[in-house]
């Protein structure tokens, strides 16, 4: 809520200094070149009078007409009031006994009887801006509204993760408690760190790499704790020296993928994790021995590798590759961000 309200105060902000421009640059520009504040305070006053309705129009419609009627399912009326108000002040302009005014050179360059056309462009023109303040209002509360849209997503994809973890991760201490009760213990504190990052630090839309990395390293040891003699796990996290930020959370189901498809209690096995940071390019690595599940449950699929590649695309669109191999023993899958 309180990134939204900043949002929103940065772009309400924004509109009163363009508007502000558009009043008050016209009669700066001729004060400062005429010298002249009679001048400048004339140009003022007739830009003000063309650009009210411009104005009015358009605040109208970026702050009631596009949110409560186009946004919010009343578009029918959306169209009548804005053709209403266009066809009402056409209507005030023209029938009011306020003419348009040409000056005389004009009314000579055309003629008496062909000033019917300079009147009809002078209404499209009219038109045509108020046409375009409603554009611009409608345009802008769509991509206000699109940007709401994908921070809902991306929230609920986030969600999406905890209770997954969590599910994981206290089957792995489960089982532990049968073969090593001290070991279950010590990794009970090791689980409440890293839930504590999961549920609470991983809130912030970006997180230390280095904090990334240590929840990522504990959670291997968590998951390792369930593989036997015959399986080998090895890690290779290489902690940036300098500040960097990533989006939270992002690879677990990768690491979750390898432990569940690459990993057999009977055959020997293999899960090998690393990460490293180089030059504004973040490379995650996974590879594991492949023992293909029977049915539909198979590796490379599953919710968990269905979020993260939507999250990829909602975070960093044209800025990550994800590629994919497997041959008849072993996986491997690559991520590369521009972080």
């Known amino acids: 809520m309180q990134t939204k309200n900043r949002r929103n105060l ?71 009031i804005n053709g209403a108000i266009i066809v009402g002040w056409l209507l005030w302009d023209y029938l009011d006994k306020r003419p348009i005014e040409f000056p005389q050179e004009v009314v000579e360059q055309f003629g008496q009887r062909n000033m019917w056309a300079m009147y009809v462009g002078s209404i499209l023109i009219r038109v045509f ?99 036997n003699e015959l399986t080998k796990v090895e890690k290779a996290l290489e902690r940036p020296q300098q500040s960097v930020e990533v989006a939270p959370l992002l690879f677990i189901s990768l690491v979750e993928n390898a432990f569940k498809h690459g990993v057999n209690a009977r055959y020997p096995s293999f899960v090998r994790i690393g990460m490293h940071y180089a030059d504004g390019k973040l490379l995650f690595q996974c590879q594991n021995s492949l023992f293909e599940k029977q049915g539909s449950d198979h590796i490379g699929s599953g919710i968990g590798l269905e979020n993260m590649k939507r999250r990829l695309e909602l975070l960093y669109p044209g800025r990550y590759t994800y590629q994919q191999q497997a041959d008849d023993s072993t996986y491997t899958v690559e991520v590369s961000l521009k972080v």
């Open 129 to 227: 801006v108020q046409l375009l303040m409603i554009v611009i209002a409608v345009g802008l509360r769509r991509i206000m509204r699109a940007n709401e849209t994908v921070v809902a997503e991306l929230t609920w994809l986030k969600h999406q993760l905890n209770p997954h973890f969590l599910f994981n991760t206290l089957n792995n201490i489960s089982s532990l408690t049968q073969i090593d009760p001290d070991k279950a213990q010590e990794s009970i504190g090791q689980l409440s760190d890293l839930l504590r990052y999961a549920l609470y630090d991983s809130e912030a839309d970006k997180v230390p790499l280095t904090a990334e990395m240590e929840f990522m390293d504990n959670y291997i040891d968590l998951m390792a704790l369930r593989c």
């Open 10 to 80: 940065i772009i309400n902000t924004t509109q009163i200094v363009v508007w502000a421009g558009v009043f008050l640059v016209p009669s700066i520009v001729t004060g400062t070149m005429t010298g002249s504040m009679e001048q400048a305070i004339k140009v003022f006053t007739v830009g003000a009078m063309l650009l009210l309705p411009a104005f009015v129009l358009y605040s109208l419609n970026y702050y009631l007409l596009v949110p409560k009627l186009l946004h919010g399912g009343r578009a029918p009326w959306f169209y009548v």
